[in-house]
C-alpha cells in the first residue's frame, strides 16, 4: 500500500495551494455578501489548468486522475469553498461527456470548457424530483432528427451562465421499467425556449451560480443524446460515483480550513489571563478534527485510488462522500463553539466556513440516500 503522493501530485497541490491563496482571500467576502462572482478567476484556473485534471489529453485535458484534481479541489476549498465552488463546477458534467458520449460530443463540448471559452452544467433535480431523481416530468420529445424539450428543473448550479447543460429528461415515459425511462440531452442554453432565473438567498458557497430552470419547446437536434436513449438512469448513477469523489474531497477542504481557523484563533484569544488554546476543552476539540480529517481523508484516497486504478466501488465512495461531509459539518461547529461570538460575525472567516460546509451533506445525493446506498450493499 502506497499512500505517498507522487513528485507531480506535490507539484499539482503546490500549484493549486498557492493560486488560492493568492487569488480568494481578498475577494472571497465580497461574493458571499454580494452572492456575486469574477468569472476572469476561473478564466485564469484555466489557464493554469486547474480545470479537467482527469480529462483524456485528447480532448485538452491533462490525462492525469480524479486524486490529482481532488488535490486542487481540496486546496481550493480550503482557501473559499464558495470560489472553489464558483470555479470547479464550470466543468460540471464533463464526467458523464467523458464517460459517455461521442467522440464529437467530446470534442465539441469538453474542450472549450478547459481552455475558459465555456461553461457547463448538469440539470436533474426538479421541484418535486429531488432525491427520487426518476419522478423527473420534463419530457424530451422525439419529432424526426431532433428532440423537443418541455419542462422545468430546480436548483441548477450555473444555470444563468452555462452555454450547456446535461439535461435529464423523460423520453420512454411507457417504459415498464421505471430505471430506464430517462435519457440525458445536451442543451445549449442559447436555444429559444430556454429560461434561468437565479435563486437568491442561498446559506453558503453563495459564490455559485444557482437557477431555477424552465424549457418551453426546446429543439435540439438528436445527435444531442448523450450515452443510450432510456439509459439515463444508469448513467446519472455512474455520473454520481465520480462526482462524489469531487464532494469528498471539497469536505477534506472545508474541514482543514475549520481546523487552520481554530488553531489559529485559540493561540491568540485570551480568556482568564491565558490563549484559549491552553484550555483541555479546546485541546480536545483540535485533537478530535485533526482526527477525523485524516479518516475522511484516508477514506477518500482509498476510493479515489481505486477509480483511478479502474476499480470504482460504488459503496466505499458513498462512505467517503457522506463521512467527509460530516466531518466538514462537524468541524464547522467546534470551530465555530471556539470562536465564540466573534464567529458569529461574517467579519471572521469561521462563519462563512459553517455555512458552506452543509451544502456538502446535500448536493450530490443527501447523506440519507448515501447511507441508503451503503446498508443496501450490505442487507
Ligand atoms: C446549492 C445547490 C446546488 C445544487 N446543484 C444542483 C445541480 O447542479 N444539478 C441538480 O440537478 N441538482 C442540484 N442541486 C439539487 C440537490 O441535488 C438536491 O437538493 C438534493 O438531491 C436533494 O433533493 P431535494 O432538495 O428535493 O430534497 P428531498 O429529496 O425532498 O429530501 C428532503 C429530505 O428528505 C430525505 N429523504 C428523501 N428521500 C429519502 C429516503 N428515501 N430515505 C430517507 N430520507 C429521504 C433527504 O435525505 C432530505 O434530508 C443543488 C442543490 C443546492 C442546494
Redesign the pocket.
Known sequence: MDFLLSKEQKDIQKAAREFALGEFPDRAQEFDRNESFDLSLWKKACKLGFIGLFIDEAYGGAGLGFLEQGLVTEEFFAVDAGIGQAIL?SA?GSELLSVFGTEEQKKRYISPLLTGEAIM?????ESD????VIAATTTAVRDGDEYIINGS??????GTIANYLNV?CLTNPDNPDRHQRHSFLLVETDRPGYEANKLHG?MG?RA?D?AEISFSDVHIPSSNLVGEEGNGFKELMEFFNLTRLHVTAQGIGISRAALTESISYTKKRKQFGVPLASFQATQFKIAEMATRIKAASNLYYKAVWLVDNGQMDHTLVAMAKWFSAEVAVQCADMAMQMHGGYGYLDEYKVQRIYRDAK?LE????????EK?IIARALL
Do not use: V
Open positions: 463546477s460540471f452544467g448538469t440539470a436533474i433535480t424530483a429531488g432525491s427520487d428543473k430546480m436548483f441548477i448550479t450555473n435529464f442561498k458557497i455559485s444557482t451544502i446535500i448536493y450530490e445525493g443527501t447523506k440519507e440516500i441508503t
